[in-house]
């Protein structure tokens, strides 16, 4: 299944072809192409050269990435969250006080 994602958009509004973008970002034009097809997902390298490029976070590029791996890490929070959950000591609480502003964020950032 191919993912939609923002940088044909972001790499065409800035009129960078895809050999110029890949020269920036340090990977091959066909990596550029795939990456723009869905059909690869770039490395964290890569990405943070994208955002340095373009001034876009990560998740504002790859929409789609950026929710796998939200919906992934908030599955294994909840199993640390019920782990943890009658645990009294201060660390555990610490800990729990983290997941809960996780699922703060998580919610806060879902759209209306």
Known sequence: MRK???????????????????????????????YERGDLTPSARTL???EVIFGHCGRRLFP??????EEAVMRRAAKLDEALRHATDPV?????????????????????
């Not at 790499?11 to 110029?20: D, I, L, T």
């Not at 809960?100 to 759209?111: C, D, F, L, Q, Y």
């Open 4 to 34: 939609q994602n923002q940088l044909p958009g972001s790499r065409k509004g800035w009129a960078f072809s895809q050999r110029e973008l890949a020269t920036l970002t340090g990977v091959g034009r066909s990596v550029i192409s795939r």
């Open 92 to 112: 555990s609480r610490r800990k729990l006080s983290l997941l809960s502003a996780m699922v703060k964020r998580g919610i806060s950032a879902e759209p209306a």
């Open 48 to 50: 943070m050269a994208l």
């Open 64 to 69: 789609f990435l950026h929710h796998e791996i």
